[in-house]
């Protein structure tokens, strides 16, 4: 699996190397794979955000996966038709939000995960399970509130065997 790239786009208010993402990279690390995780602080447009990974994307070789949680799942799907990436793994994806309902990324044709919490205050859960249903991709749905930080090995876990079915 060695070449891959496992890009991380962080949430609205967190950072590029907070615990969820730190492990995660350990886990692709794990797997041969190199890491990199944009920093997005200081940027509240989500379309900016997009252009910024889109960006980093673009001076990294090889493959990708793109893997984004909250606000970086939107972005990491919206960036997806211009980095082409090998699949998605998305964490609570900030979609169907109100008033950016139609801004909601649509045109995936990589696979995707979603990892979700049931008790996610911030972003329902039925707002993954929608997409979910309408692009046909795996869902895992934890008892867990939207940062999911209880949730970290469930998470590692099912990052490791989503790396892995894409080799």
């Not at 609205?12 to 920093?39: C, F």
């Not at 082409?84 to 994806?93: E, H, I, K, S």
């Not at 919490?117 to 991709?137: L, T």
Request: net charge neutral.
């Amino acid at each position: 699996m060695s070449g891959m790239v496992v890009v991380f786009s962080h949430g609205k208010e967190s950072g590029p190397w907070g615990s969820k993402i730190t492990a995660m990279a350990d886990v692709a690390r794990s797997l041969g794979m190199a890491v990199e995780s944009v920093d997005y602080r200081g940027i509240a447009d989500p379309a900016a955000r997009v252009e910024k990974l889109v960006a980093a994307a673009a001076k990294l070789s090889g493959p990708k996966v793109l893997v984004g949680s909250s606000m970086g799942g939107h972005v990491s799907a919206a960036a997806a038709p211009r980095v082409a990436p090998r699949g998605l793994y998305l964490l609570a994806p900030a979609f169907y939000m109100p008033g950016l309902e139609a801004r909601t990324p649509q045109e995936i044709s990589c696979p995707v995960a979603i990892v979700h919490g049931w008790r996610d205050q911030i972003v329902p859960v039925d707002h993954s399970i929608r997409w979910a249903r309408e692009h046909r991709a795996a869902l895992h749905i934890l008892d867990a509130e939207h940062r999911l930080e209880d949730q970290i090995a469930a998470i590692c876990g099912l990052l490791r065997s989503f790396l892995t079915e894409l080799n």
